[in-house]
């Protein structure tokens, strides 16, 4: 079964600053999509970004950005400029491109603080 | 916008009472998920429809859960009798069409559940 870890269950950043969040995941298989979601405190849960294993090239949604390695299965998030609005629990999760009804997996979390 | 619904937003129930959790999906959304997110833990997929169809219940616990959605829109997650590990918050999310792993999913405000 796939398995998603995220080994910073805290971080904290500076406004203005960058902070790279740090997930790894466990599959034997080719074809998957990886996503970072957002948790604000008591507010619904939205996508930040989305990676296509079969895709090079790093996706990047304005501040947003990944690093995927997928030799390494490391996929991690790179905030840039990092505001107050960013502080949030954020979430790596992997799912199956192949048993898509199947084999979505979300890791434990990072809980991000902004300090002004 | 339109925005995932789920309802009641808070519930305390005793153990062994029944429980009933609501969501209706964003509008012409044909598959409609349910997840169980322990405090402090990511979410866990409890079950998916891809319209009125069950596509996955692997990790639904089907002794004391269920979860129907009879025409194909909203959908009802039940529990009975209520145990005190069942205390988390529940998490309703759609996505469009359901026919790729890629598709982004829209969250809903959940409904924290106490069991005393």
């Given amino acids: ?69 997928k030799a390494a299965k490391s996929f991690s998030l790179k905030i840039s400029d990092s505001q107050l609005g960013d502080a949030a629990m954020y979430f790596c999760a992997y799912r199956s491109a192949v048993n898509y009804g199947q084999n979505f997996v979300f890791g434990p979390g990072t809980r991000l603080s902004v300090l002004p | 916008e339109a925005e995932v619904a789920q309802s009641p937003r808070y519930k305390i129930t005793e153990k062994s009472q029944a429980v009933a959790f609501w969501c209706d999906p964003i509008s012409g959304h044909a598959t409609l998920y349910w997840y169980r997110q322990i405090l402090g833990q990511g979410p866990e997929l409890l079950v998916q429809f891809q319209d009125e169809s069950v596509v996955d219940d ?18 009802t997650l039940k529990i009975q009798p209520a145990e005190l590990g069942d205390s988390a918050m529940y998490l309703c999310a759609s996505s469009l069409a359901g026919t790729t792993g890629g598709e982004t999913q829209y969250f809903g405000p959940g409904t924290r559940l106490l069991v005393l």
């Fill in chain 1, 1 to 69: 079964a796939q398995t998603v870890t995220q080994s910073q269950p805290e971080m904290s950043v500076q406004e203005a600053e960058t902070v790279t969040l740090s997930c790894t995941y466990d599959t034997s298989e080719s074809d998957y999509y990886l996503f970072w979601y957002k948790q604000p405190p008591s507010r619904q849960m939205i996508l930040v970004i989305r990676q296509e294993a079969y895709k090079q090239q790093n996706a990047t949604e304005n501040r947003f950005s990944v690093n995927f390695q």
């Fill in chain 2, 58 to 75: 692997s990790q639904l616990p089907k002794d004391r859960f269920s979860a129907e959605r009879l025409k194909g829109v909203d959908s």
